[in-house]
């Protein structure tokens, strides 16, 4: 049975029973009690009306033709779109083996005939008004749970909010150009789709992580901002070796703030992206780079993108000690590093795509 489809309608009540006269006097019952009657003969014609409408209640002879009472019911309780719905038996018989087969298949209530009225609308009533009521707290559990969720959304994009403010407090405390961001989100992106179409990591790289990278690649200098400015901004080079230890802390400091301002489990790839860029984009292919010593592929992709991404950005900016590198100039400078900072195969792809790079 198809139930997929089906409309809920409030208010109605399906009656099944073969006999006219048994049809005719529960439907003048229900209408009485203010509800809308679906008059169905058979078991049959019944599952054909599910399909079109999920009623709110099934008051459903035991003793029919072609299929009974029984067998329809097992059918109801167990489709999803309509196990829900109470079924009360009615029957000309009150023998007890009956009446606890029909509560053992999910069955909710028993009437027997002839119909007395009252007690019909005793019975139906309680019924209905229990799917009523649960109906009601279920929408209003829905309700309080999208509520929920729109304020859990407004928070974590908050701290989202915070946490690209500082990103772009650590990159004015650079001198980077105001465009920084902006370039280096694109750059990556632009990269990891041309590794996905090339094939390369193509167990990683789906479009979600291209889309992931996007936005979590601008913290990756997040920690910056627990770095002297005088330091950020010296224009002589190289930096003391004092220096230079100061500088490589900002990897773990960004890796800690965004362990600390953790989102909820929604935001989980771009947490956990953001923290392997923050903390592993300074790591060297052949393991000389910093804090941890990684080296080939047990380097985040992420970080391994952002790294060549961010040096490639930097090559092409103003700096307080140089003037910007040209695309061709810039590529240049990366191959002499290929294998050594950065992955061979990304490089390949860079140097393909360069042209599409801001």
Not at 93 to 110: M, P, R, S
Not at 162 to 178: C, D, H
Not at 238 to 267: C, F, N, W
Request: aromatic share 8%.
């Amino acid at each position: 049975m198809d139930t997929s489809n089906a409309i809920r309608e409030d208010g109605r009540v399906l009656i099944v029973d073969d006999v006219e006269v048994n049809r005719f006097v529960l439907r003048n019952i229900i209408e009485e009690m203010g509800y809308k009657p679906i008059l169905a003969e058979n078991g049959i014609q019944a599952l054909k009306v599910l399909q079109r409408c999920i009623p709110e209640l099934i008051l459903l002879d035991i003793s029919m033709p072609e299929m009974d009472g029984y067998e329809f019911t097992q059918i109801v309780k167990g489709d999803v779109n309509t196990r829900e719905i109470p079924i009360i038996f009615i029957s000309a018989y009150d023998e007890v083996d009956e009446i606890v087969k029909g509560f053992e298949l999910g069955g909710e209530d028993y009437i027997t005939k002839p119909f007395i009225p009252e007690v019909v609308k005793a019975r139906a009533g309680v019924h209905l008004k229990f799917h009523e009521a649960k109906n009601t707290l279920q929408e209003t559990n829905r309700r309080l749970q999208t509520s929920l969720n729109n304020q859990l959304k407004q928070i974590e994009q908050e701290k989202k909010s915070v946490l690209y403010a500082l990103a772009n407090l650590a990159r004015s405390n650079s001198m980077y150009e105001e465009k920084y961001i902006e370039r280096l989100q694109y750059n990556c992106r632009i990269v990891a789709q041309s590794l996905q179409i090339a094939g390369v990591y193509e167990d990683v790289i789906s479009d979600t992580f291209i889309d992931t990278i996007e936005v979590a690649a601008p913290l990756c200098d997040l920690g910056n901002v627990a770095v002297p400015k005088a330091i950020l901004q010296k224009k002589r080079i190289p930096l003391t070796d004092e220096e230079r230890e100061i500088i490589e802390t900002h990897t773990a400091v960004g890796a800690k703030i965004l362990q600390d301002v953790a989102l909820s489990r929604d935001y989980n790839d771009f947490v956990q992206m953001a923290m392997d860029i923050a903390h592993y984009h300074h790591e060297n292919w052949d393991g000389s780079g910093y804090p941890t010593g990684k080296e080939g592929d047990q380097i985040p992709i992420s970080a391994q993108i952002v790294a060549i991404v961010s040096v490639y950005c930097a090559l092409t900016a103003d700096r307080a000690y140089r003037m910007s590198y040209t695309k061709e100039e810039a590529l240049r400078i990366l191959e002499a590093d290929v294998g050594v900072k950065f992955n061979p195969a990304i490089y390949t792809v860079c140097r393909k795509i360069y042209r599409q790079l801001k």
